[in-house]
Each structure stands twice: as structure tokens, then as C-alpha cells.
């Protein structure tokens, strides 16, 4: 379908939607100051579009970086667009939106000269790595009068359920408890955002090659093997064990990025796992039972980091001697 439009339309459509996203945006802002905060339907919209935005717009990019012809006719307009919405409206809500553009852009690139699977997401990761870092400090530097809110909310709760002394007990109490909370996310901030980036990264890849397959482009695909077929590089190992040598050496820094470490390999590592145990159950159990069976050890999570660490060792499913051998392909599972 697409392949019948002019090669200049598709990043020129995406330009348009792009330019309108912001100022949309730009306009409920200053609608809501303008009413005090009153809720209007532009609002609710603006709200809903920034919520989509991390994978709505890097996906149209993507898709005009695969559509247009020639290809560099997509970077062009972004650089366009990007003059365009800085001379129009604030950087504080352009510049976002123009990392998304380059990151939707960089996964376009990805399939267009057909990059291997692990620098297909390495590279997407680090061009996503900005627009999210920015994120995590706009909610840290939002926290106090965010923090402030929830106080309110927990004091008109619980005024009139009991006496005062009580009420101002159970708000220091709930107070202590927000910290600590807080406390706990700035230590693990590293990890989970490391992981934050490389699943957005795997859902923009999937999300870009989807979207251009609906609109009738013919792609190569990065090349995955099955999900039972997931193996990680033997020296995640490694890592780990560097981790937990950091977190014995009980200096506060070097404990916490060693738990960083940790926590960041152990979930990768609990992928393989999940791996091997949807393949060692393709045979008894249906589909059904298995995604059902692989949601509630995923809960524990803990074993399918035993389970995919063991793993890189006993290999449960025989894959080197598979590759060594290069049998037939048994997708029916005969």
C-alpha cells in the first residue's frame, strides 16, 4: 500500500502529525494555567498523547525512515521539523519529542541496513538513553511537591477518623514510609533503568518492523531465534560474579553498585530461564497451561534466575550440539 505513495509523503505525513502532537500539547498547557488546572477534553487528550508518546512517535519515525525514497528524505524532515518546533513552541516540550524522533529513526535504520540483532539494540538503547534519563530527573525534580500531594490526600482521609495525636502519627508513619520508598528507587535507579532502556528499545524494534509490515513493506527480520532458543552471552556469568564480589567488599558505594549489578543481570539472566522453561515444556503442556505456568514463575522470579544460570552451564536444551549437528528444523514439536 505505502509503496504506491510519493517517497516524499511518508515523512511529510509524520511531520505534520509530529508538529500537531506539540501543539496540542503547547495549547492544553496553557489552557490548564489559564483555568487553574480545570480538566478540559484538549487537556485529557494532551495527557493521553504524552502517555503514548514514547512508542507513538519513535513508531512513525521508524516507519517513514523505512517508507521514504530515498531514506534520507526522513532525517532531512526531522531536522526540519525540529527548526520548525523550536522557533513555534518551548525546547522543554520539543527536545523530547525530537530524541523520540531519533530513536524511531535509528530502529528504522536498523532494518534498512540490517544490523545484527544484539547492535540493533545496543544502538537503539543508547539513542533512547537520553529521553528517559531526562524522564527520571523531571520525576525527581517533581518528587517534593508530588510527595506534598499524597500528604494532603492521606490528611483529608484520615481527618475525622480519629483524634488528632493519632492522625499525626499515622501521616509521620505514612511520610517515613514514601521516603524509604523513595530511598529504595534512587539506590536501584541504575539497574532499572538500564532495563527501562533496553525494553523500550525490543518493543520499539518489534513495534517499528510490525507497523511497516501492516502498511505493506517487505522486511528482514533482525534475525531472534524462537524464544525457546534464547541464550545470553556466557559472560553475564562474569558480570554477576563481579556484582557480588562489589557487594562484599561492604564500602557503601562500590555495595550499591554491586547490587545495581546484580539485580540488572539477574533479571536478564531470568529471561533464559523463561526460555528454557517454555522449551522444556513444549511437549506436555498446550499453550495455554504453559503461558499461564511461565506467568506464575516469573512471579517468584527467582528461580528462573537459578534456572537460566544453571543454564549457561548444563545446557538444557542441547543447543550447541544442535548447532554443531544442524538438524531439521521440528517446529511441529515431532
Known amino acids: 500500500m505505502i509503496k504506491s505513495w510519493p517517497g516524499f509523503l511518508p515523512p511529510l505525513v509524520v511531520w505534520v502529525v509530529t508538529l500537531l502532537l506539540v501543539g496540542i500539547e503547547d495549547v492544553a498547557i496553557r489552557l490548564s494555567v489559564d483555568g487553574q488546572g480545570t480538566v478540559t477534553p484538549l487537556l485529557a487528550l494532551a495527557s493521553l498523547l504524552s502517555l503514548t508518546a514514547p512508542l507513538l512517535v519513535p513508531g512513525l ?18 531536522v526540519v521539523w525540529l527548526g520548525v518546533a523550536l522557533a513555534l513552541f518551548s525546547g522543554t516540550l520539543v527536545w523530547p519529542l525530537a530524541f523520540l524522533a531519533l530513536a524511531g529513526m535509528t530502529a528504522g535504520a536498523v532494518f534498512l541496513f540490517r544490523m545484527r540483532p544484539a547492535l540493533a539494540l545496543l544502538v537503539v538503547s543508547l539513542v533512547l538513553a537520553p529521553y528517559l534519563i531526562w524522564s527520571v530527573h523531571q520525576f525527581f525534580e517533581s518528587w517534593p511537591e508530588l510527595s506534598t500531594q499524597i500528604m494532603d490526600m492521606q490528611r483529608e482521609l484520615l481527618t475525622g477518623t480519629a483524634d488528632a495525636d493519632q492522625v499525626e502519627l499515622a501521616l509521620a508513619a505514612r ?13 536501584f535507579l541504575p539497574a532499572t533503568l538500564g532495563l527501562e532502556i533496553m525494553g523500550l528499545a525490543a518493543m520499539l524494534l518489534v513495534l517499528v518492523w510490525l507497523e511497516a509490515r501492516i502498511l505493506g513493506l517487505s522486511l528482514t527480520p533482525l534475525g531472534f531465534p524462537p ?56 511437549r506436555t503442556m498446550g499453550l495455554v497451561p504453559r503461558v499461564i505456568y511461565l506467568l506464575i514463575a516469573g512471579a517468584v522470579f527467582l528461580p528462573l534466575v ?25 517446529s511441529k514439536g515431532g
Do not use: I
Open 175 to 187: 511520610e517515613d514510609q514514601l521516603e524509604e520508598s523513595m530511598a529504595l528507587v534512587r539506590k
Open 227 to 282: 524464544f525457546g532458543r534464547w541464550q545470553l552471552p556466557f559472560y553475564l556469568v562474569w558480570t554477576l560474579v563481579g556484582g557480588l564480589g562489589l557487594v562484599l567488599t561492604r564500602q557503601a558505594a562500590l555495595v550499591t553498585a554491586g547490587w545495581n549489578v546484580v539485580v540488572l543481570v539477574a533479571t536478564l539472566l531470568s529471561l533464559q530461564g523463561a526460555a528454557v522453561q517454555w522449551e522444556m515444556t513444549r
Open 61 to 78: 519515525w521508524g516507519v517513514a525512515m523505512l517508507a521514504a525514497r530515498p531514506w534520507y528524505l526522513a532525517p532531512l524532515a526531522a
Open 306 to 330: 537459578v534456572l537460566g544460570l544453571a543454564d549457561q552451564w548444563l545446557d538444557f536444551r542441547k543447543l550447541e550440539s544442535s548447532a554443531e549437528g544442524n538438524p531439521p528444523d521440528d
